[in-house]
């Protein structure tokens, strides 16, 4: 390597550099699957379980399982490493990307997280493990200042990538946000002091895309690896420094060795056979998520045989919400089985009954089209999109496509159409057949000037100049301007949404159609369906848009609309199943009137058959909770995250994030930490504790009194009521079983007077099923 400076910055938008000799590595977004690195519909890849639905299983073998069929799919599509998984933490419900963590809890997430990263590299895939650290929420994520004292981010939020460095993950990513005055990809506390020389991580540290701030500050606290290329301050923008600076050539160099090693190690290769049909792991890993809360009278399992009709209500049983909308956004597969199919081919479809109750309500509704015109290529939904040099847009345009989406992004040389390093645009246009006559609410968001014409008459239109250095966080934050319109069933109409623009790295348009509905017909079809039905699945939750970067929610409880059909079917028939298909921690005392309920995550591709199986009988819903669910929302430790004025986001909290929070505070959560109950009745029978070289480790003797095998999950705690270790056990129908968990001991250690304290002599742990159900107290002599 004679020249070491070009390989600490990226060559292109996902790729390192290469000078011929050392390969390069091309990465990819996760953790659900392989994102487009071109954010298409069109580069369809798997999709798993969310990191929220895999932290529900508390499963560790069944998360290495997901990640390594990820890590297979990586290496068909030429990915060589993965930024993933996410390690951050549930700090909040209300945070855009709960979705993506292992929950509210840093032992449970570094647990997983571990051991995503074991199953993912076992297929020749690195992970990268994100975002060092504190970006725990979305609101202003790329310029907030996170005020943590050191006890707090040692215990709580390093823990999680201190467990990732530990299984050897191939890089860690830094995060937009500062902490403690410092943005992340120049804090040398965190690159530095504590990955380097506390962890002796031995991988990259690379920037979170756009994410770096300057350069030799940069390299000099740690960073290797600025992302994406071609650079803004690393690389060759350094040269001259490099040339003046002795202390700043060393360090350059060790990042580039650091990155050559790792592109050397995972470039290319091959990821192996697949272990197991990916098809039966996805269903299995999404029943596994589901979280049974309540189960009044026994009403799930259904008997197949003894429903005669079953109604199937609600707006995501023919809209599920699968994946968070970020820019790792999976494009689904075609022919996966929508939740309502997948019911009618398991009940039969004479016995399934459906009625929506209340429409979707997505930020940004889809766009049922047409192609303006046809191009030849087989589409037969979708816009027609043109692409223009200039803003000119009588001009014959210099390439033209058909796309299936209503929100199209691109990144300079990543797309072989259009230009968008220099003043450019794009038209979409599409026909439309309106269902009903109604007032129809059209949508037109960019990174630009926008204007929206129907039949040829501009109905919208907003001149915009936004900044390069601005784009990023348009895009992320997808916001749109809406116009309503008369329009009438069976009239084509046709739409035509224009985007102008200047030259940045990345633009984008996105539109949509909302469609008029009669809100009470819809309840009252619901409520009749339900009242003549042996038994009714309700399936409720948000859109994919309702997870975003850069924009937390509001609050955890559903739409308004979701919670009248919940109390009104319930009230129509109290065998009803309220199955939720949310990322987070939800308001559960909307569906207190139920005999049910179900939280069913973002379960990914195999959504459909995994629900049909669990409500048959066929598998279990042996999630436990992830995130505490509160009574009240008023309960939970940290609501909402909006940085001061001065940028500052204070963790007044410390520690007590959570279920830990809700207990300092004497605030009783409405389902604990680690509950849920599947199929099976398991007791705990007797507990025992011992010291194993140092190491606590404890036995629990439990039965399952029920006549199918049913999943266990033993848990202990601390005496200050934090997760220390548990232990996930399928245990047979009518059998005993002794089940060891042991425990790590990072999950015993204290932060104090700027060092881990040395352990103690002697711990108590607390044993149960979940953070409120803890019948055995332990005490082990750790000597």
Not at 685 to 709: F, I, K, M, W, Y
Request: with cysteine.
């Amino acid at each position: 390597m004679t020249d070491h400076l070009p390989f600490i910055a990226g060559r292109d938008m996902w790729s390192t550099h290469t000078d011929g000799v050392i390969p390069s590595a091309k990465m990819a977004d996760g953790p659900m699957g392989i994102a487009s690195g071109r954010v298409d519909e069109r580069d369809v890849s798997v999709l798993t379980p969310s990191g929220i639905a895999l932290a529900a299983t508390w499963d560790t073998a069944l998360v290495s399982r997901v990640a390594a069929a990820v890590g297979g799919e990586a290496k068909r599509k030429g990915v060589d490493m993965i930024l993933a998984p996410n390690l951050n933490l549930a700090r909040t419900p209300n945070a855009g990307r709960v979705f993506e963590m292992f929950g509210e809890d840093p032992l449970l997430a570094g647990t997983l997280g571990a051991a995503w990263i074991a199953g993912v590299q076992t297929r020749h895939v690195g992970a990268v493990a994100k975002h060092l650290v504190c970006n725990d929420s979305e609101t202003q994520r790329d310029r907030y200042d996170a005020i943590v004292d050191e006890k707090t981010l040692r215990e709580i939020y390093l823990l999680p990538f201190e467990m990732a460095a530990r299984a050897g993950c191939a890089g860690i990513m830094a995060a937009y946000n500062k902490v403690n005055g410092a943005y992340c990809s120049e804090n040398a506390h965190l690159l530095t002091n504590v990955l380097r020389r506390d962890w002796d991580f031995t991988g990259f540290t690379v920037s979170d895309w756009f994410g770096t701030q300057s350069g030799a500050q940069a390299v000099a606290a740690g960073l290797d690896l600025e992302m994406p290329g071609p650079p803004r301050f690393l690389g060759e923008k350094l040269r001259d420094a490099v040339a003046a600076d002795d202390g700043l050539t060393a360090a350059t160099r060790d990042a580039a060795d650091r990155v050559t090693l790792a592109a050397s190690r995972w470039a290319g290769g091959d990821a192996g056979p697949e272990p197991e049909d990916r098809d039966t792991l996805l269903e299995e890993a999404a029943a596994a998520g589901f979280t049974l809360l309540r189960n009044d009278g026994g009403l799930l399992p259904l008997s197949v045989d003894g429903i005669t009709t079953l109604a199937v209500i609600g707006p995501n049983a023919l809209a599920p919400c699968l994946q968070g909308g970020t820019f790792a956004k999976i494009a689904l597969r075609p022919d996966a089985v929508l939740p309502i199919e997948a019911l009618r081919r398991r009940f039969g479809a004479d016995r399934v009954r459906f009625a929506p109750g209340c429409p979707p309500s997505p930020r940004l509704p889809g766009m049922p089209a047409t192609p303006a015109r046809d191009l030849h290529d087989g589409a037969t939904r979708g816009m027609t999109v043109d692409y223009f040099e200039g803003h000119d847009f009588s001009v014959l345009p210099i390439g033209t496509e058909t796309r299936d989406t209503n929100s199209l992004t691109w990144f300079h040389g990543m797309h072989e159409i259009g230009v968008f390093d220099r003043p450019g645009g794009v038209r979409a246009s599409g026909l439309i057949v309106p269902a009903v006559d109604g007032i129809y609410r059209l949508h037109v968001g960019g990174t630009g000037s926008v204007c929206l014409r129907v039949d040829g008459r501009e109905v919208f239109a907003a001149d915009r100049r936004i900044a390069p250095a601005d784009i990023m966080g348009v895009l992320k934050g997808g916001d749109s301007d809406m116009v309503e319109l008369a329009l009438f069933a069976g009239t084509p109409v046709l739409v035509e949404a224009e985007l102008r623009y200047g030259p940045a790295r990345a633009h984008g348009l996105w539109f949509g159609l909302g469609t008029p509905a009669d809100p009470e017909s819809l309840l009252a079809e619901a409520e009749s369906l339900a009242r003549g039905a042996d038994a009714v699945l309700l399936l409720v939750g948000e859109t994919a848009d309702a997870g975003v970067e850069s924009k937390d929610r509001d609050t955890t409880q559903l739409a308004a609309d979701q919670q009248e059909l919940i109390a009104r079917v319930t009230a129509a028939n109290p065998r009803t199943i309220v199955a939720v298909n949310v990322g987070h921690a939800f308001d559960p005392t909307v569906a207190d009137d139920a005999a049910a309920l179900l939280a069913v995550w973002y379960p990914g591709e195999a959504f459909g058959a995994a629900l049909a199986a669990v409500l048959a009988g066929d598998r279990e819903p042996s999630g436990r909770l992830p995130v505490a669910l509160a009574a009240n929302e008023a309960d939970y430790p940290v609501l909402h995250a909006i940085p001061a004025a001065d940028g500052r986001l204070v963790y007044a909290e410390g520690g007590n994030i959570g279920y830990r929070g809700m207990a300092t505070a004497g605030r009783r959560p409405a389902y604990g930490f680690g509950a849920g109950l599947g199929y099976g009745a398991v007791t705990l029978l007797h507990a025992t504790g011992t010291s194993v070289g140092g190491q606590a480790r404890l036995t629990v003797d439990v039965r399952n009194e029920a006549d199918r095998p049913t999943a266990a999950v033993i848990q202990a705690y601390r005496e200050d009521g934090a997760l220390a270790g548990f232990a996930r056990y399928v245990i047979g129908a009518g059998r005993f079983e002794s089940v060891t968990i042991a425990i790590d001991p990072l999950a015993l250690r204290r932060w104090s007077d700027g060092g881990w304290a040395p352990l103690p002599d002697r711990v108590t742990l607390r044993l149960g099923t979940s953070s409120l159900d803890l019948p055995f107290s332990i005490t082990i002599d750790l000597k």
